[in-house]
């Protein structure tokens, strides 16, 4: 069983500062990886895709992948109420003929952003 | 405007009962997936679909069932054999395996 493992938190960050937010997935052979928001009550919102080691930044978010040590990583700058949410890991499920067949989420991790 | 809608939006289901679950897209996505959520926990994927009149089981596929006889529309229907329903399902699609999937608003079933 393939396992994608995040800290449930609540994970509390005063605003203006950076929430740093990991995953570690089990998977050795996955090449994407994802991370979405979910506000309470509704469906998961994609925040951010990465496919290659290193980082990848998109305004106030940047992931990281570090796939030796099946690592990613989202850190959030500038972080605000707004961003109070759970933000789930999630990892595509490998195909062989490339890209992924679904995606096995980590169970979230709660953001508290106080003000 | 392009989206995934789900509906119902709440469902009730009776003991012995099979319900269907609509997900419908407009975006011309070929893949399409099904996934259930219980509360604190995160997704789990049920059956997937990457191209019309073709399907596979995910994760947690028994009690469920699918077809995917046009391209725009991916129904769920949850049977009288899958004892533990209550779960917030969701459906997603994306244009192909490459790229990012993204969500409906989701249905909340529950039991009578």
């Known amino acids: 069983q393939k396992e994608v493992e995040q800290n449930s938190g609540p994970l509390s960050v005063p605003e203006g500062a950076i929430a740093s937010l990991n995953c570690t997935y089990s998977d050795r052979v996955s090449q994407s990886f994802f991370w979405y928001r979910q506000y309470s009550g509704k469906s998961p919102e994609l925040i951010m895709s990465?496919?290659?080691?290193g980082d990848k930044e998109d305004g106030r978010f940047t992931a990281q992948l570090n796939k030796a040590s099946q690592y990613v990583s989202l850190l959030i700058r500038d972080s605000q109420p707004s961003d109070s949410a759970t933000y789930l890991c999630a990892v595509g499920i490998p195909y062989s003929g490339g890209g992924a067949d679904g995606l096995t989420f980590g169970k979230g991790t709660h953001l508290i952003i106080q003000p | 405007d392009g989206g995934i809608t789900q509906s119902p939006k709440y469902l009730f289901r009776k003991e012995g009962q099979n319900v269907t679950l609509s997900c419908e897209q407009n975006l011309n996505h070929d893949a399409m997936y099904w996934y259930r959520q219980d509360p604190g926990q995160g997704l789990r994927l049920i059956y997937y679909s990457q191209i019309v009149n073709d399907f596979q089981k995910g994760d947690i596929a028994e009690g469920y069932s699918v077809s995917r006889e046009k391209k725009e529309s991916f129904p769920l229907t949850v049977t009288s054999a899958q004892k533990n329903p209550t779960a917030f399902y969701l459906c997603a699609s994306s244009s192909d395996r490459e790229q990012p999937q993204h969500f409906g608003d989701g249905t909340r079933l529950s039991i009578l």
């Open positions: 990465i496919y290659s080691n």
